[in-house]
């Protein structure tokens, strides 16, 4: 089913109608869908864009139809259009210092694209406009962006402002006209990277403008290549995973994806001279973990996560008590039945450079799952680790590098894609972002929900950092030697209290 | 503030020299206001070489305009040649009848121009502004004077409107409100040729920039996220094609003094045109020299609050 649906558009401009600007360009846009729109510059891709909302100076003699949900836009009226523009259609424009009036404050401007749809309160479309600014990536600061012009933000934010206009309404599609041109390569993949997750978690289809083939090539998961005007080659990118229309609706319905009950677990400390010593490691501890949900779990060192987290991933076995993953139970496997439990669920370190092999290639690491299992062809196992190093953003080139000449950053998502590669349910995060500085933490955690909305992953994740935690987390367990103390909802906790619970400085009443 | 104090020591700046340079100008022209009295047979010359004496015409030219500086500060601006009064008073009375014609024409012509401009720049090309620009390009070569006449034309042939002056005779009689009333009816003519030559330039001038402001990227973002109509117009592209028409309406500040000169004159308003049209023909130099630094200072005061105007809009020139 194909939410935008282009047939032989072609335009014609006043000054020169032997020439056609756009000629015959069609395509069709599944939900969820990115389509990258490659090309020289002048081979009619910016004109197509503003021609598909109806945008194009009244001197364009326009033919063709642009179908959103089958309803043909060139036919409506132009009232009608601007309805459909900035509701179901958004878009956004290359030059972030011109897309902008220099006028008015920025924030303004997004209230503005609410106004112009919707019959909203002040106060709401304000809301409203902070809430998608946040989602943007405007972190810090809202309310001084809010209030800046456009001149006293960076490109950066100039471009991330333009985004939350387009996306604002919630649209089915958005074009995006070279939306990093005048970007650095950092922010490029950040406002890449946001496209991305837009596309997985919201279902939002993208059209892609733009020149280079790099950015397609991270991002896109079709390519159609124009030049004067027509479409001269379709790439078609095999190794992507076809889009998977409306996936986060189901999710969450069909019960716990983890239910731990009465877990136990008890080391046993052999001396020299036979004595025996015991510690409860895990003292009967009862957990769920629901499907496409993030668990938090903290606690003191000492107190049996990481015991806890070992058992959860078939790596060690509990002396009492079950695990059930997806509602069967875990316990007590053996032979070819516990691997695929462990296939089910995979655990990420924290210290990621020294969890790859430094001899491996990043394509090498990724499959070693794979080949262990002995799952797939060279060939199929080659196209997954593509697709893999895709859904984690990292380009195709980097499948050939080594782990030491990859950032920090970039090891992690590899070690993610490797722990991708099973398919697994479960993700255990061991203080999986400790090493890493803010700001490579915070895309790697927009990545992990990207991968969680749209496959519907469980996340168990560990970590002190109880911010960390009451962000990424909808549940968080405290752990205590061995029992779980309180499970509070990530929202109403106080951090002083949480902190010091981590912190083992204080009693907490069980 | 220190944006403003720099904008009105300029402002003093202009005012001083155009001053000089009028001084200037003037005394180098040939003739002076005692010319006739020379000529006439029955006046010797030792009485014409007293009166010249007696109105300070003997003095340098700079002690001349030394004392025409000092007289300003009194707020005198010299004493008029011809009327034999303070040229302060004197302007004063004819500027207020100028002013009482050329403010409401001013203001009316920007409420016309402003929606009509940035309606025709919306509808671009349809025959509503084929027809506007065919007739506006008509309006702008018909000379003033010859829009002044056919109006008095039409007044006359139709005994509509009164054809001369500001007041019927003997309106002194009458109470208040029937003399504004006469006023007003008097003013229709002189008001209307006005009008007729100034708006056509302005709604240019507002088409003109409101068609940029339409095609400027940011207009087009707006329209691409679906907003339009009144919000488009007045959030957009009204602000976005200010900056020439803020700069234009302090133009027509300036021209508040001067627009009407050749108008009064045809039509007999006793505004500031008749009387610099007598004081130059008799060579009454500060009644000029008192006229000229009128209009300076509305040019100047027209820029200076177009500045400020622009300061207090665009956030771009604050910071």
Redesign the interface.
């Known amino acids: 089913m194909f939410i935008f649906e282009v047939e032989g558009l072609t335009v014609r401009y006043g000054a020169s109608r032997g020439r056609r600007a756009v000629d015959g360009v069609s395509f069709a846009l599944g939900s969820g869908e990115i389509l990258g729109v490659s090309g020289p510059s002048g081979c009619g891709k910016s004109t197509m864009a503003l021609a598909l909302i109806g945008l194009l100076p009244a001197d364009a003699e326009v033919s063709g139809t642009v179908r959103l949900r089958g309803r043909d836009l060139r036919a409506c009226s132009e009232r009608d259009r601007a309805a459909i523009r900035g509701a179901d259609v958004g878009i956004i424009f290359q030059e972030s210092a011109l897309a902008l009036s220099p006028l008015r404050p920025v924030g303004a401007q997004i209230v503005d694209v609410v106004n112009a749809h919707t019959a909203c309160n002040r106060r709401a479309a304000r809301e409203r406009a902070l809430q998608t600014m946040a989602d943007v990536g405007l972190g810090d600061s809202l309310e001084r962006i809010y209030e800046s012009y456009p001149h006293e933000l960076s490109g950066g934010q100039r471009q991330r402002v333009l985004i939350a206009q387009a996306i604002i309404n919630r649209p089915a599609v958005v074009i995006a006209d070279e939306p990093t041109a005048s970007l650095d390569a950092a922010v490029r993949q950040d406002v890449l990277d946001l496209i991305r997750t837009l596309s997985v978690r919201q279902g939002t289809s993208f059209i892609l403008i733009s020149h280079s083939a790099e950015v397609l090539a991270s991002t896109a998961h079709r390519v159609i290549e124009m030049r004067n005007g027509q479409v001269v080659a379709t790439e078609a990118r095999p190794h992507m995973a076809a889009p998977r229309p409306s996936a986060p609706a189901s999710l969450t319905s069909r019960g716990p994806s983890i239910d731990i009950r009465g877990a136990a677990k008890v080391h046993a400390q052999r001396r020299l001279f036979s004595t025996r010593h015991f510690v409860k490691a895990v003292d009967g501890v009862d957990l769920r973990i629901e499907r496409g949900r993030t668990l938090g779990l903290t606690g003191p060192s000492g107190c049996g996560k990481s015991t806890l987290a070992r058992c959860l991933a078939g790596l060690d076995t509990l002396d009492a008590g079950e695990i059930r993953i997806d509602g069967r139970p875990m316990t007590g496997l053996r032979g070819r039945d516990r691997q695929i439990h462990r296939n089910q669920v995979q655990l990420i370190f924290q210290d990621s450079a020294a969890a790859l092999n430094p001899r491996f290639t990043v394509h090498d690491a990724i499959i070693e799952p794979l080949v262990v299992q002995d799952a797939g062809t060279r060939g199929e196992r080659h196209h997954r680790a593509i697709e893999l190093l895709h859904q984690v953003g990292l380009p195709a080139e980097s499948i050939d590098a080594r782990p030491g000449e990859l950032s920090g950053g970039e090891r992690q998502r590899v070690a993610i894609a490797r722990a991708l590669a099973t398919k697994p349910r479960v993700l255990i995060l061991d203080e999986a972002f400790s090493g890493l500085d803010v700001e490579t933490r915070q895309r790697i955690i927009a990545l992990l929900q990207g991968i969680q909305a749209t496959d519907g992953l469980s996340y168990l994740c560990i970590s002190h950092d109880v911010d960390l935690l009451t962000e990424l987390a909808s549940e968080i367990a405290v752990m205590r030697d061995g029992r779980i103390v309180a499970t509070p909802a990530a929202a109403s906790l106080p951090s002083d209290f949480m902190v010091a619970v981590a912190g083992g400085s204080m009693k907490v009443p069980a | 503030m220190r944006f403003v104090l720099g904008r009105l020591g300029h402002s003093a700046l202009v005012l001083l020299s155009v001053s000089m340079l009028t001084f200037a100008l003037i005394e180098l022209s040939p003739g002076e206001f005692f010319d006739d009295l020379k000529v006439d047979v029955k006046i010797g010359a030792s009485t014409v070489e007293t009166l010249r004496q007696q109105s300070g015409l003997t003095a340098s030219p700079v002690t001349r305009y030394v004392t025409w500086v000092g007289s300003v500060a009194r707020g005198e601006f010299g004493i008029s040649l011809a009327h034999r009064v303070p040229v302060g008073t004197l302007l004063w009375d004819r500027a207020r009848n100028t002013l009482l014609l050329t403010v409401p024409a001013t203001l009316v012509c920007w409420a016309i121009a402003l929606p009509l401009g940035l309606w025709l720049a919306r509808h671009?090309?349809r025959w509503t502004d084929r027809i506007f620009n065919t007739a506006s390009s008509t309006l702008l070569s018909l000379p003033d004077i010859l829009v002044a006449l056919l109006l008095l034309f039409v007044a006359l042939r139709t005994g509509l409107f009164p054809t001369g002056g500001m007041f019927s005779p003997g309106v002194e009689s009458l109470g208040a409100a029937a003399r504004i009333r006469d006023m007003a009816l008097h003013a229709v003519l002189p008001f209307s040729a006005l009008l007729i030559v100034l708006l056509p330039p302005v709604v240019r001038h507002v088409r003109a920039s409101a068609i940029e402001a339409i095609?400027?990227?940011?207009?087009?973002?707006?329209?691409?996220?679906?907003?339009?109509?009144w919000?488009l117009t007045t959030?957009?592209i009204l602000?976005?094609s200010?900056n020439p028409l803020i700069s234009l309406a302090g133009l027509s500040c300036a021209a508040l003094v001067s627009a009407s000169v050749l108008i009064e004159v045809v039509m007999s308003w006793p505004g500031l045109g008749p009387l610099l049209v007598e004081s130059l023909l008799a060579k009454d130099v500060h009644v000029v020299l008192g006229a000229s630094m009128l209009a300076t200072l509305f040019l100047v005061t027209g820029n200076l609050l177009a500045d400020l105007t622009l300061y207090a809009?665009?956030?771009?020139v604050r910071?």
């Open positions: 671009r090309g095609d400027a990227p940011a207009v087009r973002a707006a329209r691409g996220h679906g907003i339009s109509g919000q959030r957009y602000p976005l200010a809009v665009d956030p771009r910071s």
